[in-house]
């Protein structure tokens, strides 16, 4: 195990790429569920550090969001990103 002392991740995760609108609002949803699926909340709304606030009602959270609705026309191949 080259002497590492934890794994952050299982084995198996394997990182999924988003391509389309319809699979990154599927895993989104998923995401926002979690909480109320571990009790930490009844509505994904009402979780405070989840994002759903401001997919759900347009408001801030905790944290400043922005959606992915919102990056998808970001040009991420841009050489002024990389300045």
Not at 42 to 59: F, I, N, Q, R, V
Not at 64 to 77: A, K, N, R
Request: proline residues 7%.
């Amino acid at each position: 195990m080259h002497n590492k002392k934890h794994e952050v991740f299982e084995p198996s995760f394997d990182r999924k790429e988003c391509y389309s609108i319809p699979f990154m609002q599927q895993k989104t949803n998923y995401i926002h569920q979690n909480p109320c699926k571990a009790g930490l909340a009844k509505l994904p709304e009402e979780y405070p550090h989840s994002s759903a606030k401001y997919y759900y009602t347009g408001e801030q959270g905790v944290y400043p969001m922005v959606t992915y609705m919102e990056l998808q026309d970001i040009d991420l191949t841009s050489s002024s990103l990389q300045e």
